[in-house]
């Protein structure tokens, strides 16, 4: 069965909010201070023009976690049929996107912009991310009216 388009859309739009939410929460309000800090003893200024972030940075950032819940909920669609529907399948996705994502912001460790606990800290704060957004937006998502 082909994948629903529009279930694809609204689910995605649900796990950008709930991605867009939790990302709010985790680097503004729980590691804001922190983040800001470790970043200016890399290169002075870093960590304060992260936090003073213009209205195009903004954009752009809410912009991509939308694209990355709408690639959440569409890959969950694509394997529902061999794993089956609901949330483990999703966690399932879930977790290969969490694990790409510690792949590719492990070189911040490297570069020295932030230290291996602040990297696991926000890696697991992502983590939660993830998981609550494939959850959210997979319980939207069905097959009824797909067009082959």
Not at 8 to 30: E, M
Request: proline fraction near 1%; charged fraction near 10%.
């Amino acid at each position: 069965m082909a994948i629903n388009r529009e279930k694809v859309l609204i689910g995605g739009f649900v796990a950008g909010i709930v991605l867009n939410v939790i990302d709010y929460l985790s680097y503004h309000v729980i590691l804001g201070a922190r983040m800001a800090a470790e970043a200016n003893a890399f290169k002075a200024g870093l960590g304060d023009q992260m936090a003073d972030m213009s209205g195009s940075q903004l954009a752009t950032y809410l912009l991509m976690y939308f694209i990355v819940g709408f690639l959440v909920v569409w890959m969950y669609a694509a394997v529902r049929p061999r794993f089956g529907a609901g949330p483990k399948t999703a966690a399932y996705v879930a977790i290969a996107f969490w694990v790409f994502g510690l792949i590719t912001t492990a070189s911040y460790m490297q570069m020295g912009i932030m230290s291996s606990g602040l990297w696991w800290t926000s890696g697991g704060l992502w983590l939660v991310a993830l998981l609550l957004a494939a959850v959210a937006g997979a319980a939207l998502y069905s097959e009824e009216g797909a067009t082959a």
